[in-house]
């Protein structure tokens, strides 16, 4: 799989700007991507050095429109933790 198969967007919430300034950044990656796949996406796309990738699976919520109801679909989440030496991603630099 390619890198930019693996990192889909960048996930830009409150909670996750929160953890720009200890250099954690957070990404919608793909489903069946492992821990090592994002760390080696997030070097090749970004050039930075990732000293950790935690990720969790995030559950559909159902959805109400009337009388039909539906799920959103589910996807994975990963926040990566970038090394001490690392310089930050410059996307993400200028949203602060």
Do not use: C
Request: hydrophobic fraction near 45%; aromatic fraction near 8%; charged fraction near 25%.
């Amino acid at each position: 799989m390619a890198a930019q198969d693996i990192i889909i967007r960048p996930i830009i919430t409150e909670k996750s700007m929160a953890g720009i300034g200890a250099k954690k950044y957070t990404f919608e990656v793909a489903k069946d991507a492992t821990k090592i796949d994002i760390a080696h996406a997030v070097e090749a796309l970004f050039d930075v050095k990732v000293q950790k990738v935690n990720t969790m699976h995030v559950r559909g919520h159902l959805r109400r429109q009337g009388r039909s109801q539906g799920y959103t679909r589910s996807w994975k989440k990963a926040i990566v933790t970038l090394a001490e030496s690392s310089k930050a991603i410059p996307f993400f630099e200028g949203m602060i």
